[in-house]
């Protein structure tokens, strides 16, 4: 296992549901509700664990892939990310499922979370395939993984100050 492959499953997944809401469209709000909150646990969870198990280790071994300009500029912005997916995902919530409204609110946390996918796979998730070993990245898998399962209905969203967030997992 590799806990990059994990996350590129998950967001996969990610990508699959926010695209079945899409295509089921108005017409049918049973279905639009489940499947929008196993993608808004599913978006929780994720966040969460990719900040106790991957972005420490990209503080620890990062370089600044790509566009990043440091390991701590990526890691910021992962965490900025994150909190804009959880807003969004919260601003879901206060619409009736369905509406014009609802699908406006999918349309900004889809965007929110198609904006971190892409950036942490050609920057974190670069960072840790050139620099972190196949042993690490499996441990992290390990744990990636076993949260995951763990937290199937989601977790608690808790946004995070990303300068805090870096000077509490940075390595120096």
Known sequence: MDIC???LDDHAEQ????????????????????????LQALLDAHAEAEERFFYPDVLMVGHGANDADSA??????????????RDTGAAVDRHEV???????AV?????ANSKHMAE????????????ASRERR??????????GAA????????DKDPKAYVEAHSPD
């Open 72 to 85: 701590e500029d990526e890691t910021k912005d992962a965490i900025e990310d994150h909190n804009d997916i």
């Open 15 to 38: 990508r699959r549901l926010f695209a079945m809401i899409e295509e089921i469209g108005a017409g049918d709000p049973d279905a639009l509700r489940p499947i929008w909150q196993r």
């Open 120 to 131: 942490e796979e050609r920057q974190g998730m670069t960072d840790m395939r050139q620099h």
């Open 5 to 7: 492959q994990l996350i």
């Open 138 to 147: 499996h441990q992290l898998a390990v744990k990636f993984a076993a949260f």
């Open 107 to 111: 349309g900004k946390c889809n965007l």
């Open 151 to 158: 937290h199937l209905t989601g977790v608690k969203p808790v």
């Open 98 to 104: 369905g509406s014009d409204a609802w699908f406006e």
